[in-house]
């Protein structure tokens, strides 16, 4: 496994909408090498999630690790989506804080859907069907939205909210950074 470079906005792959990954590609083996390297780069970096967008590939794909609101990252699933799809449920947009590692060292509170239904494939091709609620919903439209060429600076309803991570964390939390969504 290899900790690979995370594009920054500014470069094309982050605007452009990636086509879908043709499902036997998934038996390729630089496509398992390469979800194993997004797992190990997503870390390296401090994320819970990674789109391939965000390494300058176009593919539907991307990681995250379910996490609870207390940061508790190592005790979350390793979830791979190929292809997704997104139902997000009825309900009140629900406000909260999100970075993103192609746009390093800002906060923005940022809009979601409470809940969506997920649909896809898993790294072996698999169809999955599932719901994502709360913070592991966040991320996953966070990760989406990476593949449609949408950051989260584009949800923003209000840029008044938009810190510097040392700022933020001065201002907005008292230095408790732990559970905010950087993907
Ligand atoms: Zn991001």
């Known amino acids: 496994m290899a900790v690979r470079p995370i594009v ?5 792959a982050l605007r452009s909408p990636a086509p879908p990954l043709a499902k ?12 194993d390297d997004m797992f190990e780069t997503m870390a390296d970096a401090h994320g819970v999630g990674l789109a391939a967008t965000q390494l300058g590939l176009d593919l539907q794909l991307f990681v995250y690790v379910t996490v609870s609101p207390e940061g508790e990252a190592s005790a ?22 999100e970075g993103c590692l192609s746009i390093p060292d800002l906060r923005g509170l940022v809009p979601r859907h409470p809940a969506v239904r997920v649909h896809g494939l898993d790294r072996h091709g ?10 592991e919903a966040r991320i996953v439209q966070h990760e989406f939205d990476h593949l449609n060429g ?13 810190c510097f991570t040392e700022e933020w ?15």
Request: net charge negative.
């Open 8 to 12: 920054r906005l500014g470069h094309p």
């Open 24 to 35: 036997e590609r998934l038996a390729e083996p630089a496509i398992q090498t390469l979800i």
């Open 76 to 97: 979350g699933d390793r979830r791979v989506l190929v292809n997704p799809m997104l139902e997000p449920e009825s309900g009140e947009l629900v406000y909260d804080w």
């Open 126 to 135: 698999q169809a999955v069907d599932y719901r994502a609620e709360g913070y």
């Open 150 to 162: 949408v950051v989260f600076l584009d949800r923003m309803r209000d840029l008044r909210s938009l």
């Open 169 to 183: 964390e001065t201002y907005m939390t008292a230095g408790d950074d732990e559970g905010t969504p950087v993907g």
